[in-house]
């Protein structure tokens, strides 16, 4: 296993979002999407070269909470808000309803999700009470969510492996990641199995004390490269974690701040490891140590990635 400090990263935007997530690079525009999911708004930024900004970044507010986006064939974006799945066509511009949310969005919305390989909208839902694993991991089918998974109380992790036949998904609050294999002709998922186990949060584990028991975080947001590496974010573990597609801790990426969500692999070259990040409910300790919470973060990999998924109506 190997080990990168956080001297390698460097930041990419300034002003912080609340709570972000859901990061894609979309190669046509040279530009970084992501959605700031308390702040409810997307946003995207032009990128030069490899991580130099380039601009200002241009915000979309949008009526509720963003889960998650993906870039649609043709232009635009599909959205999951906590009510639906929405596309939009032009950005900023009017949104299109596809499918209600089937479920009570009072107590529950969308999260983490992306389009398969086939051009497939998925997206998990959470349970906002978070006391039972009632998150559903959804596939858009026409107008109708078609439930694919479930047990879950935050869904994150989502990724397919480089050569399609395994599905990664993982439960936030039950520190688990897992897999299936995939049938992507017939969209069908099969042979469950336990990817990873984190360790679950030391009782009485709180942000920078001194002794105590450490804590490497619970699963976040997700990516696979060209190689089939999957990279999790350790959300409250300050890392980001690489593993075979085996199951095996390949190497631990050490961020700059302690809630990494989500990686995402873009640039140019597909070389450069995007990091979104939460500031919401943080100590203010915490943010004057890492001021950068929030803000997207990059750095760049030997191994390049695979190109985003184009969502095809």
């Known amino acids: 296993m190997t080990q990168q400090t956080i001297s390698h990263w460097h930041l990419v935007t300034t002003e912080p979002d609340g709570l972000s997530e859901s990061p894609f690079w979309h190669p046509q525009e040279n530009r970084l999407y992501w959605v700031d999911i308390p702040g409810r708004r997307l946003a995207r930024l032009s990128i030069q070269g490899q991580m130099q900004a380039q601009g200002p970044v241009e915000y979309w507010p949008v009526p509720e909470e963003p889960g998650c986006i993906a870039p649609v064939q043709g232009g635009g974006l599909i959205i999951a808000l906590r009510d639906g799945i929405y596309l939009g066509k032009t950005w900023g511009g009017p949104l299109q309803l596809l499918a209600e949310a089937p ?27 978070r006391d039972k694993a009632d998150g559903v991991l959804y596939c858009l089918n026409g107008h109708v969510l078609q439930p694919m998974m479930d047990r879950a109380t935050v869904a994150n992790g989502l990724a397919w492996s480089p050569d399609r036949t395994t599905l990664y998904w993982s439960c936030t609050g039950s520190h688990q990641v897992r897999a299936w294999d ?30 105590g028991p450490r804590y490497g975080g619970r699963p976040d947001g997700a990516t696979v490269d060209s190689l089939g590496h999957y990279y999790s974010a350790m959300y409250e573990g300050k890392r980001i974690v690489q593993f075979s597609p085996q199951g095996q801790v390949l190497a631990e990426l050490e961020t700059p701040v302690q809630c990494p969500t989500m990686p995402c692999l873009g640039g140019e070259d597909l070389k450069t490891l995007f990091i979104t990040s939460s500031r919401q409910g943080r100590s203010e300790a915490e943010l004057t140590a890492m001021p950068g919470s929030g803000c997207i973060w990059a750095m760049r990999v030997d191994v390049p990635g695979l190109p985003v998924n184009f969502y095809k109506a």
């Open 103 to 129: 479920y009570d969005t009072t107590r529950v919305r969308f999260n983490d999700g992306k389009c398969d390989p086939l051009g497939r909208f998925w997206a998990g839902s959470m349970y906002e009470p």
């Open 182 to 211: 995939w049938d992507a002709a017939n969209n069908r998922l099969s042979n469950e199995r336990l990817f990873h186990q984190a360790q679950a949060k030391p009782a009485g584990w709180t942000w920078g004390q001194a002794t």
